[in-house]
């Protein structure tokens, strides 16, 4: 089945410390794939996404994230971690069938962040 | 450039009552999306309209349904709520068909509904 995982539910990293967090997909082909992060009482915005090409991704934030197609992941990095930085994060593909199409959402890492 | 705008942010209801739920794109996007988030089962689609047409629909039983209007404006609602439909709602908006796209959509902060 279609899906996309993110085996962190919670992570905590110092400020100043750098960040990886996982994303691994299940899709039949190469998908189109985004990550969002999701402020407390907020909606979803739009970090970073991948379409093809390069297969290291420049977002917003100094974050950045890796496409690997032999492990079908799509981690999201970033070297130094700000406390403004804590939220959740939620890694999607494009769910691409004919004329339609939706995301599919892994269920989102939290990153908390020590002073 | 205003973002999408959602209304109510907050309410609640109880059982077997219906909520309509607002959202307005931005400004030349065409395409609405509506997506459920829950703490267990995450983010999920519920459907798409596009020109005032629902073009994709996900997972979702009848008592879900929404519609759009010609100024790209749309409302979802929820009939005879149930426990299990507390939730944040969120739309979100792309300028084209959100299915014939690459799937960069623009989402709106939520409608938070809670049923008692």
């Known amino acids: 089945a279609q899906s996309v995982t993110q085996p962190d539910i919670h992570i905590t990293v110092s400020e100043g410390a750098s960040l990886e967090l996982r994303c691994n997909y299940s899709?039949?082909?190469?998908?189109?794939l985004f990550w969002y992060v999701q402020s407390p009482g907020q909606g979803l915005q739009l970090l970073l996404k991948?379409?093809?090409?390069?297969?290291l991704v420049q977002g917003i934030k100094g974050f950045e994230a890796e496409f690997k197609r032999s492990q079908s992941s799509f981690n999201l990095r970033k070297p130094s971690v700000h406390w403004s930085d804590a939220a959740e994060y939620f890694c999607?593909?494009?769910?691409?069938?004919?004329?339609?199409?939706?995301?599919?959402f892994g269920k989102g890492t939290k990153l908390s962040v020590k002073p | 450039k205003a973002g999408v705008t959602q209304t109510p942010r907050y309410l609640i209801k109880t059982r077997g009552q219906q909520v309509t739920l607002s959202c307005s794109p931005i400004?030349?996007?065409?395409?609405v999306s509506w997506y459920q988030q829950t703490p267990g089962q995450g983010l999920q689609f519920l459907f798409e309209?596009?020109?005032?047409?629902?073009?994709n629909k996900g997972n979702f039983p009848g008592r879900f349904s929404g519609r759009q209007f010609s100024n790209s404006r749309s409302e979802m609602n929820v009939s005879t709520l149930e426990l299990g439909d507390s939730a944040l709602y969120l739309c979100?908006?792309?300028?084209?068909?959100?299915?014939?796209?690459?799937?960069?959509?623009?989402f709106g902060e939520g409608s938070r509904l809670t049923v008692l």
């Open positions: 979100a908006s792309s300028f084209g068909l959100a299915g014939a796209q690459t799937g960069e959509l623009f």
């Open positions: 899709y039949g082909a190469t998908p189109y």
């Open positions: 991948y379409f093809s090409g390069d297969t």
């Open positions: 999607a593909f494009w769910n691409y069938g004919g004329s339609q199409g939706n995301l599919i």
């Open positions: 400004s030349g996007h065409r395409s």
């Open positions: 309209y596009f020109s005032e047409t629902q073009r």
